[in-house]
T-cell receptor
Framework: DSGVTQTPKHLITATGQRVTLRCSPRSGDLSVYWYQQSLDQGLQFLIQYYNGEERAKGNILERFSAQQFPDLHSELNLSSLELGDSALYFC???????????FGQGTRLTVV | GESVGLHLPTLSVQEGDNSIINCAYSNSASDYFIWYKQESGKGPQFIIDIRSNMDKRQGQRVTVLLNKTVKHLSLQIAATQPGDSAVYFCAENERGGKLIFGQGTELSVKP
């Protein structure tokens, strides 16, 4: 158990809908990363937050947004969902930037 | 652009043999590198890391080598076991910024 908690574990939704994925980082970790992993693909970096502020951005679609709250948990919002958004979404946390990141078990999103 | 890639997508080894998984990175400004192991249906698990001021680091049965001259990273697993079967990713980090992952190498251990 990495100490990073993601909910829900599975999510099935229809195209055009909006969903929110939640991540609770390890206790004391200030940095949160979000990644997308499609079938047989690597981990695509979406966005990073550090202590509530956006720190780095990857190839995150405009339909996607994220935030980190004062209690350091983070949410990834995916809207106007398309079939191609079906993937595993991982959250990771680290105590600070430039350190190892510990991953949650992921949320498997299926868009039908 | 920045990228981290792996030389071999799959690697099959006999139980007890040593495994070597390679990774090339393109961002010369990267100063921190990590190897992760991902088993089916699970999140990536931290294995070992190395900073750019080092060229070798050892853990339990694993060794990471960093060659900054050719921008190459490798993970060596000694006495590979069936439980080592997984996909292995290298990742690079530039001065505390985003952590970029390579494609992954699938390691298969034959009993």
């Amino acid at each position: 158990d990495s100490g990073v908690t993601q909910t829900p574990k599975h999510l099935i939704t229809a195209t055009g809908q909006r969903v929110t994925l939640r991540c609770s980082p390890r206790s004391g970790d200030l940095s949160v990363y979000w990644y997308q992993q499609s079938l047989d693909q690597g981990l695509q970096f979406l966005i990073q937050y550090y202590n509530g502020e956006e720190r780095a951005k990857g190839n995150i679609l405009e339909r996607f947004s994220a935030q980190q709250f004062p209690d350091l948990h983070s949410e990834l919002n995916l809207s106007s969902l398309e079939l191609g958004d079906s993937a595993l979404y991982f959250c990771a946390s680290s105590p600070r930037t430039g350190r190892e990141a510990f991953f949650g078990q992921g949320t498997r999103l299926t868009v039908v | 652009g920045e990228s981290v890639g792996l030389h071999l997508p799959t690697l099959s080894v006999q139980e007890g043999d040593n495994s070597i998984i390679n990774c090339a990175y393109s961002n010369s400004a990267s100063d921190y590198f990590i190897w992760y192991k991902q088993e089916s249906g699970k999140g990536p698990q931290f294995i070992i890391d190395i900073r750019s001021n080092m060229d070798k680091r050892q853990g339990q049965r694993v060794t990471v080598l960093l060659n900054k001259t050719v921008k190459h990273l490798s993970l060596q697993i000694a006495a590979t076991q069936p439980g080592d079967s997984a996909v292995y990713f290298c990742a690079e980090n530039e001065r505390g910024g985003k952590l970029i992952f390579g494609q992954g190498t699938e390691l298969s251990v034959k009993p």
